[in-house]
């Protein structure tokens, strides 16, 4: 569906088409909200660590069965591409001759698989920290720090492309995170 918007002056903006459904943009602020809390709380706060864990494991579950059921744009079938397509990617980015895509990229799909299951992993050693076989166990608390880090290096790599593609296609791509909507579709662009 398309839509031109109205500004502030009565101008006519350009045409927008509804792209993030309200299960992704709540599931990838909450995973951003638990993740920061968890972060935050890790040394200090016990209760509130384990508290974020795991509503980010309630979000993964969520975000795995929407990925199979939700919407077009939410479905792992629109975005995951195989490596050589992402590699092919990330050379075009080089190059600056990147495609724009309405959903997620193949960089960005690869991206979204590499956080579900880094977080994953975290949520699961987490957990395992909490079992009687598992407490005080050092191989599952190192993996979880590990994991912990290897997120927080994700997140940067994440940011810094959403910031790359943001400026490169000109549309805010956390804005569209907030309100669901991306710039209509231009000749060249993949929908």
């Known amino acids: ?6 500004t502030g002056t009565g101008m006519s ?3 927008t088409i509804r792209v993030w459904d309200p299960v992704v943009r709540l599931f990838h602020w909450g995973l951003v909200a ?12 016990n209760d509130l660590h384990e508290t974020a864990g795991y509503v980010a494991g309630g979000l993964i579950a969520v975000r795995l069965v929407w990925g199979l059921i939700g ?9 995951v591409r195989r490596p050589a397509t992402v590699i092919g990617y990330l050379g075009d980015m080089l190059k600056g001759r990147e495609a724009r895509y309405i959903g997620h990229n193949p960089a960005g799909g690869a991206m979204v698989l590499a956080l ?3 977080m994953a992993v975290l949520v ?3 957990w395992m920290g909490t079992l009687d076989a598992f407490w005080g166990v050092e191989w599952v608390e190192e993996v979880h720090e590990t994991f912990a880090n290897l997120l927080l290096a994700l997140v940067g790599v994440h940011v810094l492309g959403v910031v790359w593609a943001s400026l490169k ?10 309100n669901g909507r991306k710039k209509a579709p231009e000749p060249g662009d993949v929908a």
């Open 71 to 79: 919407t077009r744009y939410a479905r792992f079938w629109q975005f």
């Open 169 to 178: 296609h000109g549309e805010s791509l956390v804005r569209a995170m907030v």
């Open 13 to 15: 903006s350009r045409a």
């Open 116 to 118: 579900l299951a880094c």
């Open 34 to 45: 638990s993740f920061a809390i968890a972060w935050i709380s890790a040394e200090e706060w």
């Open 1 to 6: 569906m398309t839509d031109t918007g109205m």
């Open 124 to 126: 699961a050693t987490g």
